[in-house]
């Protein structure tokens, strides 16, 4: 089964308007929401809405302008709920706690001495 025809994940519900979500900022290629289950007091997810990367190393070698695009919404996000000040973490594989298999960051910002991200 390619990736075309393997169900959509739930990000790509979201930006499909399918599946409810707080949506915080979106371009053409990206769309940012907040997380469901938060872990810190901004809690953002930024995925794109194009192609069907599974990962942050397969979206840098396919389409490493895409990739570029998504760090720069997650930028716009941290300055915009935040101090502009943000972690950016990429989850890359089941080990590492990936659970949702379609490319994305999770920023992480304000007041993250005081948050949980395990
Ligand atoms: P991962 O574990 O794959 O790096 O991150 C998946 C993230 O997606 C988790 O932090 C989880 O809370 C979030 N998530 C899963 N399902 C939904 C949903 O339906 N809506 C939103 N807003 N976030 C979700």
Redesign the pocket.
């Known amino acids: 089964m390619t990736a075309a025809e393997a169900e959509p994940t739930?990000?790509e519900r979201?930006a499909a308007r399918e599946?409810p979500?707080?949506i915080v900022a979106e371009t053409p290629r990206v769309i940012a929401?907040?997380?469901?289950?938060p872990?810190a007091p901004v809690?953002v997810?930024v995925t794109t809405k194009t192609g069907a990367y599974r990962d942050v190393v397969e979206l840098a070698a396919g389409d490493p302008g895409l990739l570029a695009e998504l760090v720069e919404v997650a930028r716009g996000v941290a300055s915009d709920l935040a101090d502009g000040e943000f972690r950016l973490?990429?989850?890359t594989g089941a080990g590492a706690?990936?659970?949702?298999?379609h490319v994305?960051a999770?920023v992480l910002a304000g007041g993250l001495e005081e948050a949980s991200l395990g």
């Open positions: 739930v990000f979201i599946i979500a707080t929401f907040h997380d469901i289950a872990k809690h997810v973490v990429f989850n706690g990936q659970t949702v298999f994305h999770h």
